[in-house]
């Protein structure tokens, strides 16, 4: 018996479920094969049971939605439909459904099914737009073939009438759940049904489609539908489930099931379908909106003219062989590509400068006899690439459109590598490419800023090329990126310096919040690396753009400040000035008042409000978090008291320094330890300064034991288990300071962790001279500048035991 004969007793429920089971079983038998072959098998099922129910003249059984398209995955529902013509009596129509429904739910199969007249289907149609796209999938499944055909005939005519009413409608609708569930092509953890670009928008093309008003551009839309019905396949099989969401922990399953590499080479696949249906859903809607727009001025025109004549759409220069036409930017008549190797570049630097989107027609023109541009490019390619990059957010919908046809990976070779691959980071917002192309949209507002703003979007364009390949992606993007600035021209000078920005674009940001700013090898390693304060200030300009365009988490009022501080002490090196020791660093106003204050009673003194940071973009402070300020005598065990009374109070540390200070007595100089965090409350409100003080007083004198309080509480209250972290990493930064070893932590940020750490460096019998925390998304950044009791560095070996300890110490709890 084949999979698709249920006739006789194998049309009963046992023989449709060992029968769907075996098709779904059969590894070979998979994509479109299978979907149709469950399909049939269902329809014969369905039938059979509609057909033993003997039901009345003028009823029919109608498949509609995914199911009427035949594209049922194993855990999809059924959306049926059974339609009378109204001359069969209720109850015997209500007992026909009943012999159906009854039938699906004992199988376990979710039903949408609904009873109606002809035309109370297209009544309801009319009023809900879902219900009106379902229905022009009609598709006969058992009974009267005739009353289903008249209203398949008469759903499609609706639509078509309807279309200039509906289709905004529809478009309306794809916009708000765009909103909802997010862009599929960039999330982590994509809705494969109703995110952007997802089967939901490829439904609603085949609707437009339809309507007869415009269609979609179909190279490529059918492939990237399929991939998306063969990932939620393989996702359903591997999960047991209906659902749509490919979360993190299955990706790896989902891509062995189809034969693929790797979770990676599973998401890339399904954010290249992503982008092919959301493209065409911009260039659909796009033309849908033109010819409605033009029905409507028709009627206007018609009379200017006088009910003769036709008015031709105006054709506006832009460029060398490029005009606008209809809102959208074309090739002039005058236009030879073939002849016109910048021409592509021309275009898109036109459309972006001009806030236009670049005609389908053109692009595909452009891709089809553009020959390819000589290396090194001529100065005018250069240039228009530069143009483009400094569109600022227009550029991102031309560069679209480019990579769409297959333009950008000609022009860019290496673009193929980091084309559509994921970032899981969750830090990151988008893919390697689109992060690469919104760095060099934040960056076309920094241009100002530098004397070389073509070196600063190039550089901003390139920074993260190398994540195509193995290895740290800022040495092997270095390489790339000095090929690639020789390649579209650049000097060699040029080409050295956009080489460097790659290669060092993490530097200012990892410096300024890992390391101790008032330690002139700090300054001078930076100085080294920079070399030039143009190098400089088109990479501090580089650093803010990469930030801003990685997402929230990454960029703040708080982290610009301290690069910020970093450039101008570097700037001064390259000025030939050389930098303060740390010594001579006076404390702020009310560091010195806190201080002063914990010497005279001998006690904590804390302070905690809202820090305020101006800028020059924003003259209005911006709160950038809470800043917990603490002064205290210098004694052992002060970092892992005040991290564990915060932990304790639910405070989650953002950023932290620690300093000590020398104060001057009757008896010598004394230290006093100051404590300057930003924290933020896990939830609820911030609790009070005097509790925490009190804490912290009861901690340091031995009467409130916060590791046993944080035991108990995560032993009564466990943290959800989610996506496995990687471990815990501590290493010893190679000539960090001449005067401290500087120890790095990096770790899935966690209550209490930076409580444990402080631990493990009191009992490894270190001083923490300074600490610099930070916290990005779940990851924890931290340096600690750390000396032997008797104030020097670490031995190398002493530094790596310390390393180890911390390291095992993390990884075991």
Not at 135 to 152: E, F, Q, S, W, Y
């Amino acid at each position: 018996m084949t999979s698709t004969d249920m006739t006789g007793e194998d049309s009963g429920p046992s023989g449709f479920a060992a029968a769907r089971l075996h098709l779904l079983r059969q590894e070979e038998r998979s994509g479109p094969p299978r979907r149709a072959a469950l399909a049939r098998l269902t329809d014969g099922w369905l039938a059979a049971l509609t057909t033993a129910a003997a039901p009345p003249r003028g009823t029919a059984l109608v498949a509609v939605g995914g199911y009427g398209r035949g594209e049922l995955s194993p855990r999809s529902d059924l959306d049926l439909l059974l339609l009378h013509d109204g001359t069969a009596d209720a109850a015997a129509v209500a007992a026909l459904a009943d012999r159906i429904w009854y039938p699906v739910w004992d199988q376990g199969l979710a039903l949408d099914h609904s009873v109606r007249t002809p035309a109370e289907a297209r009544r309801t149609a009319g009023e809900d737009l879902k219900v009106q796209l379902g229905l022009l999938d009609a598709r006969h499944i058992a009974g009267d073939l005739g009353l289903v055909t008249a209203l398949r005939t008469a759903v499609l005519a609706d639509w078509r009438n309807q279309a200039p009413k509906r289709l905004p409608e529809l478009h309306e609708l794809c916009r708000d759940r765009a909103e909802r569930s997010g862009e599929l092509q960039f999330l982590l953890e994509p809705d494969l049904k109703e995110a952007r670009g997802g089967l939901r928008d490829a439904t609603a093309l085949r609707a437009v489609a339809a309507s007869w008003l415009a269609d979609a551009p179909r190279e490529g839309l059918a492939e990237a539908r399929r991939t998306l019905l063969d990932t939620r396949d393989a996702l359903h099989l591997v999960t047991g489930r209906a659902t749509d969401r490919l979360a993190l922990q299955e990706q790896a399953q989902v891509a062995t099931a189809l034969g693929l590499l790797d979770a990676d080479a599973l998401l890339r696949q399904v954010y290249e379908a992503a982008r092919t249906i959301s493209y065409a859903s911009d260039v659909t809607w796009r033309e849908v909106n033109r010819v409605l727009r033009a029905r409507s001025v028709r009627p206007r025109l018609r009379a200017l003219l006088g009910g003769g004549g036709k008015a031709q759409p105006e054709r506006t220069p832009l460029a060398e062989g490029v005009v606008e036409m209809d809102g959208e930017v074309v090739l002039a008549r005058t236009a030879r590509p073939e002849r016109d190797p910048v021409l592509p570049l021309r275009a898109a630097a036109a459309a972006a400068q001009n806030g236009l989107p670049l005609s389908l027609h053109a692009v595909r023109r452009l891709a089809a006899t553009t020959k390819p541009l000589p290396a090194p490019w001529p100065a005018d390619a250069r240039d228009q690439l530069v143009t483009l990059l400094g569109a600022g957010e227009p550029t991102v919908p031309v560069w679209e459109a480019l990579e769409a046809e297959g333009l950008i990976t000609r022009l860019l070779p290496d673009w193929e590598r980091v084309r559509c691959r994921p970032q899981r980071n969750p830090v990151h917002t988008w893919t390697v490419d689109r992060h690469l192309v919104e760095t060099a949209v934040r960056a076309s507002a920094l241009t100002r800023r530098v004397g070389r703003p073509d070196l600063l979007l190039v550089a901003a364009l390139l920074h993260d090329i190398g994540k195509g390949w193995p290895g740290d992606h800022s040495v092997t993007g270095e390489t790339i990126a000095r090929d690639v600035a020789a390649r579209i021209g650049f000097d060699t000078h040029d080409a050295d310096v956009i080489a460097t920005l790659v290669r060092h674009h993490l530097l200012l940001v990892e410096t300024a919040t890992r390391r101790d700013l008032d330690d002139p090898a700090t300054i001078h390693s930076v100085a080294a690396a920079v070399r030039s304060p143009s190098t400089l200030e088109l990479l501090h300009a580089v650093t803010e753009a990469d930030a801003l365009a990685t997402g929230p988490a990454a960029w703040s009022s708080w982290r610009a400040s301290l690069v910020a501080d970093l450039v101008k002490r570097v700037a001064g090196v390259l000025a030939g000035d050389t930098p303060p020791a740390p010594e001579p660093a006076a404390p702020g106003a009310e560091e010195e008042r806190h201080a002063v204050e914990a010497l005279r009673t001998g006690e904590p003194v804390l302070t905690l409000h809202t820090q305020e940071h101006p800028s020059a973009d924003h003259p209005e402070p911006e709160p950038v978090g809470v800043e917990l300020l603490i002064a205290l005598p210098d004694q052992p065990g002060v970092l892992p008291a005040v991290a564990g009374v915060l932990a304790l109070h639910r405070l989650t540390v953002r950023s932290a320094d620690l300093r000590a200070i020398d104060l001057p007595t009757e008896l010598g100089p004394a230290a006093v330890l100051v404590l300057n965090w930003r924290v933020a409350a896990e939830y609820g409100s911030l609790p009070q300064g005097p509790r925490l003080r009190a804490d912290l007083v009861r901690t340091l004198e031995g009467s409130l034991d916060i590791r046993a309080r944080l035991a108990e509480r995560e032993a009564a209250y466990p943290r959800r288990r989610g996506v496995t972290a990687p471990p815990p990493r501590v290493t010893v930064a190679e000539a960090g300071s001449a005067l401290a070893t500087v120890i790095e932590v990096r770790a899935h940020d966690a209550p209490g962790l930076l409580h444990r750490i402080g631990l493990a460096l009191e009992g490894a019998r270190v001083r923490v001279r300074s600490a610099h925390v930070s916290t990005l998304g779940a990851n924890a950044v931290d340096a600690f500048y750390v000396t032997g009791e008797d104030g020097a560095p670490l031995a190398p070996e002493e530094a790596s035991e310390v390393a180890r300890t911390l390291e095992a110490g993390l990884r075991g709890r």
